[in-house]
């Protein structure tokens, strides 16, 4: 057994550590507006519940590590004190880590992830509309644990409404588990899925992901494709070239066959497979050879 003197090590390698074996944890998809009223989405793993009575959610966006610098959900709970906390299931958790990309200031995240903002009833910020269960808050509190990159900030939110999708629910209006179908993360780009186990949600955080927004109307509007499809789509930094994707055909002869054909379907579901493998750069190549 190894032990550490965390001070001995740099930051990152300690995040590593507490994130790696502190879970799974819950996520906060904590959407904010600023004072102007423009919206902001983001997800956080530091967020439980820590009260009923008051109903009381905590979660902490946390210092960037690399440079310090502070997030806009930080800056804008600051400001308005006001935050809607959205849970995830499996059925959007692409469309969350897309959102979690660091785009500039004023970007849309509900765009990008191709999520729908729809107004709460107590408080400005928007709810996820495909998230299950919603909870609108007032900003109690705010406790900086720290003034170095990687220290948290504690939010502490009174919930002042909730929304429950109804679907969610067992004969006795509990919320049944299974239906749920709760994530979690852990260290690295692992995630767990309440009834099924580990799963890895690959995202490069160099890169921004082109959003579900500039995906092609003819791919959103499919009903081949899902939520989960549309994040995994929208989170490749730049389209395959023509050259690329002309070089692609030629080498797989029984994409050829699928791209004859008239139905657009069968072509969509080609495409789907490629992204069950996390293959999304073929994945486009298909869509993009059948325009």
Same mark, same amino acid.
């Given at each position: 057994?190894?032990? *550490?003197?965390?001070?001995?090590?740099?930051?990152?390698?300690?995040?590593?550590y507490?994130?790696?074996?502190?879970?799974?944890?819950?996520? &906060?998809?904590?959407?904010?507006? =600023?004072?102007?009223?423009?919206?902001?989405?983001?997800?956080?793993?530091?967020?439980?519940?820590?009260?009923?009575?008051p109903? *009381?959610?905590?979660?902490?966006?946390?210092?960037?590590?690399?440079?310090?610098? *502070?997030?806009?959900?930080?800056?804008?709970?600051?400001?308005?004190?006001?935050v809607?906390?959205?849970?995830?299931?499996?059925?959007?958790?692409?469309?969350?880590?897309?959102?979690?990309?660091?785009?500039?200031d004023?970007?849309?995240?509900?765009?990008?992830?191709?999520?729908?903002?729809?107004?709460?009833?107590?408080?400005?910020?928007f709810?996820?509309?495909?998230?299950?269960?919603?909870?609108?808050?007032?900003?109690?509190?705010?406790?900086?644990?720290?003034?170095?990159?990687? &220290?948290?900030?504690?939010?502490?939110?009174?919930?002042?409404?909730?929304? *429950?999708?109804?679907?969610?629910?067992?004969?006795?209006?509990?919320?049944?588990?299974?239906?749920? =179908?709760? #994530?979690?993360?852990?260290?690295?780009?692992?995630?767990?899925?309440s009834?099924?186990?580990?799963?890895?949600?690959?995202?490069?955080?160099?890169?921004?992901?082109?959003?579900? =927004?500039?995906?092609?109307?003819?791919?959103k509007?499919?009903?081949?494709?899902?939520?989960?499809?549309l994040?995994?789509?929208?989170?490749?930094?730049?389209?395959?070239?023509?050259?690329e994707?002309?070089?692609? #055909?030629?080498q797989?002869?029984?994409?050829?066959a #699928?791209? @004859?054909?008239d139905?657009?379907?069968?072509?969509?579901?080609e495409?789907?497979k490629?992204?069950?493998?996390?293959d999304?750069? @073929?994945?486009?190549?298909?869509?993009?050879?059948?325009?």
């Open positions: 057994m190894i032990s *550490i003197d965390p001070k001995s090590i740099e930051t990152a390698k300690l995040q590593g507490l994130q790696g074996s502190v879970g799974p944890r819950p996520i &906060a998809f904590a959407s904010t507006v =600023d004072e102007d009223g423009n919206p902001n989405l983001s997800p956080f793993s530091f967020f439980n519940v820590f009260s009923a009575n109903p *009381i959610l905590v979660f902490s966006p946390a210092r960037r590590v690399r440079d310090n610098s *502070i997030k806009h959900t930080l800056i804008n709970c600051e400001a308005t004190k006001e809607v906390i959205n849970v995830v299931n499996f059925d959007l958790v692409q469309q969350t880590s897309l959102a979690s990309t660091e785009y500039a004023g970007v849309n995240e509900f765009e990008k992830s191709g999520l729908t903002a729809v107004a709460s009833d107590l408080v400005k910020p709810r996820v509309k495909e998230s299950p269960v919603q909870f609108e808050c007032k900003v109690n509190q705010i406790i900086p644990l720290g003034k170095q990159g990687g &220290a948290g900030n504690l939010i502490l939110c009174e919930v002042v409404k909730i929304h *429950i999708d109804e679907s969610v629910l067992d004969e006795n209006g509990a919320i049944d588990q299974h239906k749920i =179908d709760l #994530v979690s993360r852990l260290g690295g780009n692992w995630y767990s899925r009834n099924q186990g580990l799963f890895e949600v690959p995202k490069p955080l160099s890169t921004l992901g082109i959003g579900v =927004d500039a995906i092609p109307k003819y791919v509007e499919s009903t081949v494709f899902d939520g989960n499809d994040g995994k789509l929208g989170n490749i930094e730049a389209l395959p070239t023509t050259e994707v002309s070089i692609f #055909v030629k797989n002869f029984s994409i050829k #699928v791209l @004859s054909s139905d657009v379907e069968k072509v969509h579901l495409a789907k490629y992204l069950n493998d996390n999304v750069l @073929s994945a486009w190549k298909v869509l993009l050879a059948k325009k």
